[in-house]
């Protein structure tokens, strides 16, 4: 699947689309490269840039700089990008040599070697095609009398499944590859008895069929016309006899029987000339699907995801090309606004109030964004929808996970991985949060670069501030302090549940009976010392019960405003003197962002 996809891209260079390579420093995060979306329609003129491509290459933006092009590199060629080239040609088990910056003998061995194994022209020189299918693949084709580290990760695999029972050696021989025909047969794969990259990623990916496991249905086959029931309703379009349910997104660069039986149906349709139904997702089928998206008002972005499947097979009442195309319903607004504040590394989300602005805030997060120098790119951007599970950092050879681009140099992520592996974490990158520590994107925890690559969408606006835009903001900061690491799952450690906030009451003044609140003091009086400041509005910001220098500036500047001694303290006298005071009529929450 992933070598159609580089042919496609290689295509895409061929028609003259501009495309770029950002370079990383310091394993991190300037440029990424997607290691699993789909390519674009290279080849369309009209296709706009939404679709990510999963190399280290992207479509310029209309409206940005050109940057320089990737270049072809060839036996006597040096330099940094021959440095990556040899870093993942060696990461890919194909390179044995010293990382030099000189391309060689051995390098044009590898690359030559590494081209015969993925289809491509055994040439030794690493052409376009060759580095977008080197950046990209996640594994090596493993055939008979391979051998090497993974060898033998395929044979505890193939032993956890069940499928292996020999000594985990790391040779492939007769018993490896038989326990790989047996997998591929029980998982509808192509049986080869060679563990290919197709092969292994749905191994690798936690929903494989185990020797024991039922095996999953087989496919429905492409639907004969004669099995069709008509609907009584005479401007409606045959069905199948049932319902074809959807199993799984496909787009450009898929290929197998499920792209085939969808063909079929576009042809069917009238949507995809019969020759093209082929069972590889390719240009033709992209331009069929955005086409019935666009006539039955679906996002036209020519993936097939479930909506589209049901219009395709489910749906008597689709709208064929030459009828009139169903209006584009009204778009949903957009449910958040994200905040990333510079100074104190913090990432907020604000969600709509009942007047449609951002001020409900959802989520904060602890963050690290560009160190001096390499900052985050101040100022407004909004999300265009590309993601990935996974990303690729070319120049230094790290990853991280749940990729939401911020624009053509940042995006949102997790912290570093030094491999495509959830227990080969960057440790000092997680250590790191909190502080400005990466070249531009803005870093994460896993499960909160999860929770916007999962919740934030195409259209979500993202305001970065500069240095001196927002004040030190030490109790929120405090509060979303990090639970250490555990180093054998890699995740935070479970803490125990907080406890539960108090709940304030403005008519209740407390007693602190001798106690005096100073700089550090941590309690429920704190709490309530807080949120009194803030409905006299002298505090703006999260009520923590930890007195730090927010609530010491708060406390001063009313004492300040009442002839008290300015000490930044509270006993019993001050707290009567915050309560004495009337409480003024509640003022609107600031917006963050009004749309």
């Known amino acids: 699947m992933k070598r159609l996809i580089c042919m496609i891209l290689v295509a895409a ?169 047996h997998f591929q047969r029980n998982n509808h794969l192509q049986v080869t008895g060679i563990a290919d990259p197709d092969t292994q990623e749905v191994l690798f990916s936690g929903r494989a069929v185990g020797y024991y496991d039922d095996a999953t249905p087989t496919p429905t086959p492409i639907p004969d016309l ?60 992209h331009r069929a699907v955005k086409a019935i998206q666009a006539q039955n008002g679906l996002k036209s972005n020519g993936v097939v995801d479930e909506e589209t499947w049901n219009v395709i097979f489910n749906n008597s009442h689709v709208v064929l090309p030459d009828q009139t195309p169903k209006p584009t319903p009204t778009p949903t607004p957009i449910p958040f606004y994200i905040y990333v504040d510079v100074r104190n590394q913090i990432v907020s989300v604000y969600a709509r109030d009942e007047y449609g602005e951002y001020t409900v805030p959802v989520r904060q997060m602890l963050c690290s964004t560009g160190k001096v120098g390499t900052d985050s790119d101040p100022g407004d951007w909004v999300l265009n929808g590309r993601k990935a599970t996974w990303c690729y950092f070319p120049k230094w050879g790290g990853y991280a996970r749940y990729w939401t681009r911020i624009n053509s140099s940042i995006a949102f992520h997790s912290v570093i991985y030094h491999s495509v592996s959830t227990k080969d974490m960057k440790t000092s990158s997680y250590r790191a949060l909190g502080s400005r520590a990466s070249h531009g994107c803005i870093r994460l925890t896993v499960a909160d670069a999860k929770w916007i690559y999962d919740n934030c969408g195409e259209g979500t606006v993202v305001h970065i501030t500069t240095q001196n835009e927002t004040k030190s903001d030490p109790e929120l900061k405090d509060s979303l302090k990090l639970a250490p690491l555990s180093k054998e799952e ?18 209740i003044r407390p007693e602190l009976n001798g106690l005096v609140l100073k700089q550090k003091s941590n309690n429920e009086y704190v709490f309530w010392l807080q949120h009194r400041l803030k409905e006299l509005g002298y505090y703006d910001t999260k009520c923590t019960g930890k007195m730090l220098d927010r609530t010491v500036a708060a406390l001063k500047a009313f004492q300040r405003d009442h002839g008290m001694p300015v000490s930044g303290t509270a006993d019993q006298k001050v707290i009567d003197a915050l309560f004495e005071e009337p409480t003024p009529t509640p003022r609107p929450t600031p917006t963050p962002y009004e749309p």
């Open 13 to 181: 260079i061929l028609a003259g689309i501009c495309m770029t390579v950002f370079a990383e420093d310091d394993e991190d995060d300037s440029v990424v490269v997607p290691v699993d979306e789909a390519a674009a329609d290279e080849e369309d003129e009209n296709e706009d840039d939404s679709v990510i491509i999963p190399v280290d290459m992207e479509i310029q933006p209309e409206g940005e700089p050109e940057s320089e092009p990737v270049r072809v590199m060839q036996y006597g060629d040096q330099g940094d990008d021959v440095v990556f080239l040899q870093t993942r040609l060696s990461d890919m088990k194909y390179y044995r040599g010293n990382i030099s910056g000189a391309y060689g003998d051995a390098t044009r061995d590898a690359v030559t070697r590494f081209q015969d194994d993925f289809g491509l022209e055994a040439t030794g020189v690493a052409d376009i095609q060759t580095q977008m299918v080197l950046y990209t693949a996640m594994y090596r084709p493993l055939k008979y009398g391979a051998s090497g580290d993974d060898v033998k990760e395929l044979q505890t695999q193939l032993t956890a499944l069940g499928y292996y029972k020999e000594k985990i050696k790391g040779n492939y021989l007769e018993s490896t590859q038989k326990a790989v025909e």
């Open 226 to 285: 004669n099995n069709y029931l008509v609907d009584e309703d005479e401007n409606s379009v045959p069905l199948p006899d049932e319902a074809v349910p959807f199993t799984k997104q496909l787009k450009n660069g898929t290929s197998g029987p499920l792209v085939k039986q969808m063909q079929q149906r576009l042809h069917d349709l009238g949507y995809l000339d019969a020759s093209k139904v082929s069972g590889n997702f390719q240009k033709y089928t």
């Open 490 to 507: 890699m995740v935070p450690v479970k803490t125990p549940e907080p406890t539960p906030e108090p709940v304030y009451r403005s008519d």
